[in-house]
């Protein structure tokens, strides 16, 4: 039995391939979602437009602290785990669901596999940097994405059990958006807006507000329900909306993003795997947050950073925003592989016997 633990958005987009790569080699499977996204535009249908089977169960830790998250999913997995005695346990990406799968499998010594492994911001006060250092020495073996995680996992005296892999969502983008000339070119800016750095106070998201106000062109933004709460909560409802050439939605499926992200020129986000994404789909990246995650795509010029609170920082953004256009499929960053991440993980899951 192998048990794959997620949580959230990305961690759905990155189970699928493997999952149906697993399920293709007649391995016996079960996915334990810990509920850190709960919301069913989060969640359940991710599960539906993948093609992954629902969960064998839902620990529903929903929100709170980074602890409170962490110390629900424990308890929940432990239990989990104990009754299904599975022969591996596959993690992703850095949640806090992430760490919680860690440590438990560690104290259950279950052999652990993590994907998206050797990814380092070397930020301590970025929320997941610890979760990815602790999950990583952990495991047993790391699939990784690109030969700049190699090298961290490398620098930590990981490397025996560190493998480049390519980037397991390429897998899953490859697959959901099919031919390139399908798509649409609307030259859109999509935005996506969640994390804890850039909703934890007034000012900071109202520095974003000044900046949407100031970038040129149709921005439609699917918008975190956590963000909206906290723009209601701090008073900032209406003057979002009353920016004209901004269209909040609601939260979008992985199909309806990938369509979003094809008829974009820019990207706008504070996600990480958006502004990976960006690459996929050919529109550059604005990123709101200081954090070099895919260091390559911010050296070759994909990723601009910018810090909404700081007019510099806001005057060579919006310079970068007007400059961007959609690049074709043949000019687009190759950093991440060639959509086959899947089948390498298991040829290696099989290659050192862990299943």
Excluded at 95 to 118: F, S
Excluded at 192 to 211: C, F, G, Y
């Amino acid at each position: 039995m192998i048990v794959h633990i997620v949580g959230n958005r990305p961690q759905f987009i990155k189970l699928a391939p493997l999952y149906h790569e697993l399920q293709r080699r007649n391995y016996e499977q079960c996915i334990i979602h810990s509920g850190q996204h709960y919301d069913a535009n989060l969640s359940d249908i991710f599960f539906e437009e993948l093609g992954i089977p629902q969960s064998h169960t839902n620990l529903q830790v929903g929100s709170g602290s980074h602890a409170e998250i962490t110390a629900r999913a424990m308890l929940g997995l432990e239990t989990e785990l104990i009754k299904l005695a599975p022969q591996l346990i596959i993690l992703y990406g850095d949640t806090d669901t992430t760490l919680a799968g860690a440590l438990v499998a560690a104290k259950l010594n279950i052999p652990t596999a993590h994907v998206e492994g050797g990814i380092r911001t070397y930020h301590k006060d970025n929320p997941e940097e610890s979760n990815r250092v602790v999950t990583d020495h952990l495991s047993d073996i790391l699939f990784c994405s690109d030969k700049a995680s190699v090298e961290c996992a490398q620098k930590e005296g990981l490397g025996e059990k560190a493998f480049l892999t390519g980037d397991i969502m390429y897998d899953t983008f490859l697959l959901s958006t099919g031919k390139e000339s399908q798509k649409v070119q609307e030259d859109i800016i999509l935005m996506t807006w969640h994390r804890q750095e850039n909703t934890a106070s007034k000012e900071r998201m109202e520095s974003i507000i000044r900046l949407i106000r100031r970038l040129e062109g149709n921005i439609v933004c699917p918008l975190h329900p956590r963000t909206q709460k906290c723009l209601k909560n701090y008073g900032l409802w209406e003057d979002i909306m009353s920016i004209k050439h901004l269209e909040i939605i609601e939260p979008v499926g992985y199909l309806e993003m990938t369509a979003l992200m094809q008829r974009a020129r820019l990207i706008v986000t504070d996600s990480g795997g958006v502004s990976k994404e960006s690459s996929f789909a050919g529109a550059k990246c604005l990123f709101m947050v200081d954090l070099d995650v895919w260091d390559d795509l911010v050296k070759s010029g994909w990723i601009w950073k910018v810090n909404p609170e700081c007019e510099g920082s806001i005057e060579a953004a919006l310079s970068f925003a007007k400059a961007a256009e959609r690049v074709a499929k043949e000019d687009r960053p190759q950093y991440y592989g060639d959509g086959h991440a899947a089948a390498k993980m298991v040829d290696l899951l099989e290659k050192y016997s862990y299943v």
